[in-house]
């Protein structure tokens, strides 16, 4: 299996393979580049060049950024004000942060399509797996298609986790999330119980991002902190 860098972290994907990971095509990822939307790739021997993790991420999050409606122009600016070099794991989190604004896009896809949409080859392994994330779902000859969570339920195929700790994982998250939003909402009925449906809703779509990146950065933390522990024992 091909993968996007070498040990040292060297960018190893040809523009093909990247195209294929991200779901566009060799056309697309040309464009992005003409257009400065995706930094150049590493040219390496006999002149070919090599991509890697974040030229993928930063494809995941143009993607994003179109689905939003955003247009080139605008996504050009938006990307012109993140810092620059920044990693795969940072433009990630900025990709599920704009997520988060939208609405569940959840879509009926053929397994085919499903492939497609992916980027890869899925064996049935692979798809009880997506199934165990609670990315897919089986709907007669059909898959139904949580958009939102297929690229990162496709990352963490190449993890090596037993299916049941996959689940038990989500259950963790599930649980733990749902309890999290609960308290959260009920510190925000009372700051918004005395005024008016609009501002109610102006509240919501600007605290939405907000919490979201919030709750990572925490989880993010918190999870390197045990991780360090658990290491030192």
């Known amino acids: 299996m091909t993968t996007d860098t070498t040990a040292a972290g060297e960018p190893t994907l040809t523009i093909d393979e990247l195209a294929a990971r991200a779901g566009v095509t060799v056309r697309t990822v040309r464009f992005y580049g003409t257009k400065g939307l995706l930094p150049p790739p590493v040219i390496g021997a006999r002149r070919v060049g090599h991509y890697g993790r ?12 179109q689905q939003q ?3 080139l122009a605008a996504i050009e600016r938006y990307l012109q004000q993140l810092p620059p070099n920044l990693s795969a ?88 999330s749902r309890a999290a939003a609960r308290e959260l909402a009920e510190l925000f009925r009372g700051e918004v119980s005395e005024r008016d449906a609009q501002d109610v809703r102006s509240l919501s779509a600007h605290m939405h991002p907000l919490v979201v990146q919030a709750l990572l950065t925490t989880f993010q933390r918190s999870l390197r902190e045990e991780l360090r522990e658990s290491l030192t024992q």
Do not use: C, F
């Open 89 to 176: 794991h940072d433009l990630a989190i900025h990709r599920a942060v704009v997520t988060s604004w939208a609405p569940d896009t959840v879509e009926k896809l053929s397994r085919e399509e499903l492939r497609r949409r992916a980027g890869r080859e899925l064996d049935d392994g692979d798809v009880a797996r997506l199934a165990a994330m609670g990315v897919v779902r089986a709907d007669g000859g059909s898959y139904r298609v949580d958009l939102g969570l297929l690229r990162l339920g496709v990352q963490l195929l190449d993890v090596p986790l037993s299916q049941e700790a996959i689940l038990a994982s989500r259950n963790v998250l599930v649980e733990h």
């Open 54 to 65: 974040e030229h993928l991420a930063r494809l995941a999050l143009i993607e994003e950024l």
């Open 69 to 71: 409606g955003m247009t």
